[in-house]
């Protein structure tokens, strides 16, 4: 079993939409929870960065996490065509570790 | 300010040649991790070096693959006798120490003929 599983899609959704990408882990020691967008032939970039559970808010984007059920999730609200590419999660143990665990990632399109 | 430098882009090596990849960290970021990520995968930690010394190398085969972070110039992922099953992109992230916040480069994609 993976550390972390996430739905590789791919996820299609009209332009507008709200958009909910999730991932699950097994690991109880993981703290620090990241999500990360990266475009095709493009490096990670880090969208939001979030520690233990609740929910952090950034502009469109909302990232929850709920330790308890080991589930975290991102969501994209007015999704634009301009957020269509691979969403990562990724985790870590410890803050300023930045050995971090990713997601498979999912392939996420905004039609326009 | 210039983010995290990976060269080459590109680079195709023929089994069996030796594979290099530098990468220049951040301006004032001092510690490198090297990630890997087939086709169709996540992200896959290798190493994590700081200027000339190796903190944590778990996630590094242990055969044909090395790292170096030397005090002066980029760091270093070397792969000796490359095979087939090494075409992948490797990513090279810096950040501060202590920092949170891990800065991705545009990736090296390595093909082996």
């Known amino acids: 079993q993976k550390e972390v599983e996430q739905d590789p899609g791919p996820l299609s959704v009209p332009e507008g939409a709200i958009v909910s990408l999730n991932c699950t882990y097994s690991?109880?020691?993981?703290?620090?929870f990241m999500w990360y967008r990266q475009y095709s032939r493009k490096g990670p970039e880090l969208l939001m960065y979030?520690?233990?559970?609740g929910n952090k808010e950034d502009g469109r984007f909302t990232a929850q996490v709920d330790k308890s059920s080991k589930y975290i999730s991102l969501f994209i609200r007015d999704s634009q065509p301009s957020d269509s590419a691979t969403y990562l999660c990724a985790m870590t143990t410890r803050e300023g570790a930045q050995k971090l665990v990713f997601g498979q990632g999912t392939r996420l399109t905004i039609n326009p | 300010n210039a983010g995290v430098m990976q060269n080459p882009r590109h680079l195709v090596r023929r089994r069996g040649q030796e594979a290099r990849l530098r990468c220049s960290p951040m301006?004032?970021?001092?510690?490198v991790y090297w990630y890997r990520q087939l086709p169709e995968e996540g992200l896959k930690f290798m190493v994590y070096l700081q200027k000339e010394n190796i903190i944590d190398e778990s996630g590094m085969p242990k055969e044909r693959f090395s790292a170096e972070f030397p005090k002066e110039g980029p760091s270093i992922l070397r792969i000796q006798q490359v095979v087939r099953g090494d075409s992948a992109a490797y990513f090279c992230?810096?950040?501060?120490?202590?920092?949170?916040?891990?800065?991705f480069g545009q990736g090296t994609r390595l093909t082996v003929v």
């Open positions: 992230a810096s950040c501060l120490l202590g920092g949170t916040e891990a800065f």
């Open positions: 690991n109880s020691a993981f703290q620090y």
């Open positions: 979030t520690y233990s559970s």
């Open positions: 301006k004032g970021h001092s510690h």
